[in-house]
Nanobody, 125 residues
Framework: QVQLVESGGGLVQAGDSLRLSCAASGRTFSNYGMGWFRQAPGKEREFVAA????????YYADSVKGRFTISRDNAKNTVYLQMNSLKPEDTAVYYC??????????????????WGQGTQVTVSS
């Protein structure tokens, strides 16, 4: 079992920044790749970013590339999502998840098994 707890969401204005955190407990965190996904009201959950177990490789959705940065601190069992230049279309509930299969460049959410409860990010125009 892996427990994930996201934090850091909030209400911000367009152009602002936020840093989301995802704290993991349970299985050895450093053995697994991690990902961030988001779900806006009325829309399907979509891939945002992924990172390998070592943190050496990352991958982003085109919609966030150049604005968001995923990172991890295995000593703290935590993965982060730094979000800069936020836009109203970034408004969503953001989830972190543990990847159990597939490549870090594979955006299929079915490759991810454990999920956090999500944290709301709202960007006003």
């Amino acid at each position: 079992q892996v427990q994930l707890v996201e934090s850091g969401g909030g209400l911000v204005q367009a152009g602002d920044s936020l840093r989301l955190s995802c704290a993991a407990s349970g299985r050895t965190f450093s053995n697994y790749g991690m990902g961030w996904f988001r779900q806006a009201p009325g829309k399907e959950r979509e891939f945002v970013a992924a990172i390998t177990w070592s943190g050496g490789s990352t991958y982003y959705a085109d919609s966030v590339k150049g604005r968001f940065t995923i990172s991890r601190d295995n000593a703290k069992n935590t993965v982060y999502l730094q979000m800069n230049s936020l836009k109203p279309e970034d408004t969503a509930v953001y989830y972190c998840a543990v990847r159990f299969r597939g490549s870090y460049t594979d955006t299929d959410l079915n490759n991810y098994y454990y999920w956090g409860q999500g944290t709301q990010v709202t960007v006003s125009s």
